[in-house]
T-cell receptor, first 116, second 111 residues
Framework: AQSVTQPDIHITVSEGASLELRCNYSYGATPYLFWYVQSPGQGLQLLLK??????LVQGIKGFEAEFKRSQSSFNLRKPSVHWSDAAEYFCAVGARFSGGYNKLIFGAGTRLAVHP | EAQVTQNPRYLITVTGKKLTVTCSQN?????MSWYRQDPGLGLRQIYYSMNVEATDKGDVPEGYKVSRKEKRNFPLILESPSPNQTSLYFC??????????FGSGTQLSVL
């Protein structure tokens, strides 16, 4: 069965420090992979996605993620965190069906706090 | 402006009183879906629809109904809400195979 694991429930970093949020997935085929961010009281915003090709994906707000098939991972990184990055981050895998996907399976989320 | 609109944003109700959460998108998307978000569980899919009159169950469909009579609308119906349906609900839409656009969410409390 497909699943997504985000091992860290909470992470706290200092402003300006680097960030890595971990994501491991279980899926039988080549997955579609996503990172979403949810600010308090807001919906989800897509940060970046991986469908195929280059395994290092650039997203919005200075985020990037690297797909590592051998480790079944899709970790999110940012070289220098800003206070406005404090939010909850969700990794998701898209279950593929013919013509695309019709299901996103989400991890439990990682809540990021940023110290000034 | 392209958007997914959910109403209401907040809803408090009592056990057994039927309610409907509306969802509308203005992007002519074929695919629409409902998720519920619970602490420590992430988002779980309730129902989805690939097009008009085509709906199917997600991972947690019990206690919910949906309909897709028009392409733009995908209401979520709770015929007899129970406290375990207290949650944050999100509607989403997309073209098939493309990125999901999410609504702002509906916080439902069932007393």
């Amino acid at each position: 069965a497909q699943s997504v694991t985000q091992p860290d429930i909470h992470i706290t970093v200092s402003e300006g420090a680097s960030l890595e949020l971990r994501c491991n997935y279980s899926y039988g085929a080549t997955p579609y992979l996503f990172w979403y961010v949810q600010s308090p009281g807001q919906g989800l915003q897509l940060l970046l996605k991986y469908f195929s090709g280059d395994t290092l994906v650039q997203g919005i707000k200075g985020f990037e993620a690297e797909f590592k098939r051998s480790q079944s991972s899709f970790n999110l990184r940012k070289p220098s965190v800003h206070w406005s990055d404090a939010a909850e981050y969700f990794c998701a895998v898209g279950a593929r069906f013919s013509g695309g996907y019709n299901k996103l399976i989400f991890g439990a989320g990682t809540r990021l706090a940023v110290h000034p | 402006e392209a958007q997914v609109t959910q109403n209401p944003r907040y809803l408090i109700t009592v056990t057994g009183k039927k309610l409907t959460v509306t969802c509308s998108q203005n992007m002519n998307h074929e695919y629409m879906s409902w998720y519920r978000q619970d602490p420590g569980l992430g988002l779980r899919q309730i129902y989805y629809s690939m097009n008009v009159e085509a709906t199917d169950k997600g991972d947690v469909p019990e206690g919910y109904k949906v309909s897709r009579k028009e392409k733009r609308n995908f209401p979520l119906i709770l015929e007899s809400p129970s406290p375990n349906q207290t949650s944050l609900y999100f509607c989403a839409s997309s073209r098939v195979g493309e990125k999901l656009f999410f609504g702002s969410g509906t916080q439902l409390s069932v007393l």
